[in-house]
């Protein structure tokens, strides 16, 4: 088995190596310098924690010691989360799938697979820091507290194994690409999440950031609280542990170390015990039992919209899942839920009086109605780019084209309008934008939609281009999507000027506007709603007769640049 592993190792090392050394000297140079920067500001920060440990923490209370432990696990955790994210896609080093046809023992696979995935330059860079901030201590308060560096190492084991644990059953999860697509939709959600929390943390009713810190630093009374987290939460057991070494609290300190290698060691079985299955089958045939169980339904495209036809309300729903299992579409869903928290808590601030003289101003408002439609302007201007196997179907179709195009607008307008009054419920919960606004607001969303609509059947018929449905980006010739792009800011300026005109004659009035008669933003909206909505019947047709002639063209463009 040591030759195994030996072979393997020398294998991976050839590889890496051939990869690295023919034509990638550019890249070699570059990691080879960050390689260097990273050790230098590694060492540095050895040295403060080494000083931290030796000086800082001496003679301090075992509460503030505590509480900073705690705080720099907390501060690693997040660190932690952040490289997950990043390597979350990353492959393993030997392919379990290949080697199962091989003599190699599927366990010497998976420990070679785990202890390379330990090899992170998170890891790599928390080890040093953590053993010299224990070297500190040591020489601070004698050579017993020597013992807190098994607890480290014992703290990185557990998350290391569990992360692997749960990057292994992410891969599995990947290879259905449709779940591959959710789950990258929300890991860009938290990202985005985590990346907004420490902005979020620091609105605290409007104190500074030293005046909320100071009742939570200078009250001892909170220690037990503390320790029942640590107690409770496994990522508190490093604080613990190190708070009992230094206290010569035996108990403590033993039932920690065990408690994280213990958790350590079943995230590695458990891991290697799924990861097993997997690759031998047993989850596809409990998949496939489970389909076996689950009964057919009516399907969602075999229901009726009324006044549509039949056929343009299947196309209607088909196109209604497509657009539902994209992950651009889903990112922008999740746009309204992660607005009104940062809302909540801006609402909670000093700063909620400042917000709601921007809804009085009008600001909100203009956002609220031009905000959803800036997201999905990729979408709605390119309506045949994100599936160009889909359009090929939808050429097969005895279908009039003025039908395709009517299904693709309806498919749309639930995530684009749906967003746009989600927005709407959210500023009128949290702020005073008046009904009138909310009012004129109802009637702007439908129209500024019908209007997108229109300009969008146009250039998806004369410019059609193809979207990776994983990235968002654009494929084909740089300049043509250049010059395309300008056309879409200035359509997008076009559709959006009469709104705008009508939201500034809301906030500022007509002057010699009849008392007699409504308002007149209401009835310029009501108006312009129904100028709207008649072209766009008239051009609906015609655009559809267009889409009839250059069908073909469409769809050697798409596939040309998917390819």
């Not at 990346?195 to 009713?205: R, S, V």
């Not at 009138?436 to 300009?455: E, G, M, N, S, V």
Request: net charge positive; hydrophobic share 55%; aromatic share 12%.
């Amino acid at each position: 088995m040591i030759d195994q592993a030996f072979g393997l190792l020398r294998l991976q090392y050839l590889l890496a190596w051939r990869t690295w050394t023919r034509g990638r000297t550019l890249a070699a140079a570059a990691a080879f310098a960050f390689g260097i920067v990273g050790t230098g500001v590694v060492s540095v920060v050895c040295a403060g924690l080494f000083l931290l440990g030796a000086n800082g923490l001496k003679g301090e209370s075992s509460y503030l010691q505590l509480l900073l432990f705690n705080a720099m696990i907390a501060a690693y955790a997040v660190v932690w989360v952040w490289s997950f994210l990043i390597e979350i896609q990353r492959q393993d080093v030997f392919d379990q799938r290949k080697l199962l046809h091989f003599p190699v023992p599927p366990g010497l696979v998976f420990g070679m697979n785990f202890v390379s995935s330990l090899l992170t330059p998170t890891l790599l860079a928390a080890v040093p820091c953590g053993i010299a901030l224990v070297a500190g201590m040591t020489f601070a308060y004698g050579p017993h507290v020597a013992m807190a560096a098994a607890h480290a190492l014992a703290f990185f084991f557990m998350l290391g194994a569990w992360q692997y644990h749960l990057r292994g059953w992410l891969s599995i999860l990947f290879e259905n690409k449709r779940k591959r697509r959710a789950l990258m939709t929300v890991v860009a959600i938290a990202t985005i999440l985590l990346a907004q929390t420490p902005a979020l943390l620091t609105l605290n009713g409007g104190k500074d950031v030293k005046a909320w810190m100071d009742p939570i630093l200078k009250d001892p009374a909170l220690e037990p609280a503390l320790l029942d987290l640590d107690r409770f939460v496994p990522l508190g057991w490093l604080a613990l542990g190190a708070r009992a070494v230094i206290e010569r609290d035996g108990f403590t300190a033993a039932w920690t170390f065990a408690g994280m290698t213990g958790l350590g060691v079943l995230g590695v079985l458990w891991g290697y015990r799924s990861t097993l299955r997997f690759y031998l089958g047993a989850g596809n045939a409990r998949a496939g039992a489970a389909a076996k169980r689950r009964r057919a339904g009516r399907p969602l495209t075999a229901r009726l919209l009324p006044p549509l036809a039949e056929d343009t309300a299947a196309l209607a729903y088909a196109q209604l899942l497509a657009y539902g299992r994209h992950p651009q579409v889903r990112m922008q869903l999740f746009m309204p839920p992660i607005l009104g928290l940062v809302l909540v808590m801006v609402s909670r601030s000093g700063d909620a009086d400042g917000l709601r003289a921007f809804g009085t101003l009008g600001v909100v408002p203009t956002a609220v109605l031009f905000m959803p439609f800036a997201n999905f302007s990729m979408l709605l201007f390119n309506l045949f780019g994100i599936d160009p196997r889909g359009f090929r179907g939808l050429m097969l179709l005895p279908v009039p084209r003025t039908r395709t195009l009517l299904a693709k607008n309806l498919a749309l307008a639930p995530f684009v309008c749906g967003t746009g009054f989600g927005m709407l419920a959210v500023s009128g919960l949290l702020l005073d934008i008046g009904w009138r606004t909310a009012a004129l607001l109802a009637l702007l969303i439908p129209q500024l939609y019908i209007a997108y609509c229109i300009a969008g059947n146009f250039l998806s018929v004369a410019y059609p281009y193809h979207l990776s449905r994983d990235t968002m980006r654009s494929q084909g010739d740089r300049l043509v999507l250049f010059f395309v792009g300008l056309a879409s800011v200035f359509f997008t300026f076009v559709l959006c000027l009469p709104a705008g005109l009508i939201l500034l004659v809301n906030l500022a009035g007509m002057p010699g506007w009849p008392e007699s008669l409504p308002e007149p933003a209401f009835v310029m909206a009501l108006a312009l709603l129904g100028v709207t909505a008649g072209t766009y019947a008239l051009t609906l047709v015609h655009t559809g007769d267009w889409l009839t002639t250059r069908e073909q063209r469409i769809l050697g463009k798409l596939m040309k640049d998917k390819n």
